[in-house]
T-cell receptor, first 118, second 114 residues
Framework: EAEVAQSPRYKITEKSQAVAFWCDPI?????LYWYRQILGQGPELLVQ????????DSQLPKDRFSAERLKGVDSTLKIQPAELGDSAMYLC????????????????FGPGTRLTVL | AQSVTQLGSHVSVSEGALVLLRCNYSSSVPPYLFWYVQYPNQGLQLLLKYTTGATLVKGINGFEAEFKKSETSFHLTKPSAHMSDAAEYFC????????????FGQGTTLQVKP
């Protein structure tokens, strides 16, 4: 069964350093999401891509976070500089594109990257 | 705006007992509703979802949920808890548009006692 891949699984960094996370969605999935999940809370959407275009980045702290999906396949999320409050699980999800209400609305999640900022 | 409220951040049941995890939603349009499960240090796995049609939805691992529009609820149940059900459960709502954006609840941690 195809899965969403993420790396690294765990990352420890010091504040003010730069970090990057990578996501490879399920093959053929045009829509890709990055979520942030703070311990004890539900995931919150940071950014959504449709192919290589950003559809929604309204909750992305753009002064320090950036995301790209240059070829419309895999994606990178970067934080520079990292702050203590960025400690969280960063989840990537993908979804087949669709324009109608159908089963394609299911999002498939990767295992996540656990970031600890010291 | 859409929102999800999960009643009870922690639920504890005995093995073999009924599991009931509560979810209420707020949406201005007919919603898609989802339940996801998350095991420690892992991603989210879809348990079940409601889009249209039958309001009683069956999912994996013996879970089911019923969409009740009049109560704006989508509670998750399982007749008999198993130790392996111990995990965190998230209810989520989507407008069902092409964006597919999910709004998650705060989560409920299910503890299963032997």
């Amino acid at each position: 069964e195809a899965e969403v891949a993420q790396s690294p699984r765990y990352k420890i960094t010091e504040k003010s350093q730069a970090v990057a996370f990578w996501c490879d969605p399920i093959s053929g999935h045009a829509t890709l999401y990055w979520y942030r999940q703070i311990l004890g809370q539900g995931p919150e959407l940071l950014v959504q891509f449709q192919d290589e275009s950003v559809v929604d980045d309204s909750q992305l702290p753009k002064d320090r976070f950036s995301a790209e999906r240059l070829k419309g396949v895999d994606s990178t999320l970067k934080i520079q500089p990292a702050e203590l409050g960025d400690s969280a699980m960063y989840l990537c999800a993908s979804r087949p594109s669709g324009t109608t209400r159908s089963s394609t609305d299911t999002q498939y999640f990767g295992p996540g990257t656990r970031l600890t900022v010291l | 705006a859409q929102s999800v409220t999960q009643l009870g951040s922690h639920v504890s049941v005995s093995e073999g007992a009924l599991v009931l995890l509560r979810c209420n939603y707020s949406s201005s349009v007919p919603p898609y509703l989802f339940w996801y499960v998350q095991y420690p240090n892992q991603g989210l796995q879809l348990l079940l979802k409601y889009t249209t049609g039958a309001t009683l939805v069956k999912g994996i691992n013996g879970f089911e949920a019923e969409f009740k529009k009049s109560e704006t609820s989508f509670h998750l149940t399982k007749p008999s808890a198993h130790m392996s059900d111990a995990a965190e459960y998230f209810c989520a709502v989507s407008k069902g548009s092409n964006t597919g954006k999910l709004i998650f609840g705060q989560g409920t941690t299910l503890q299963v006692k032997p």
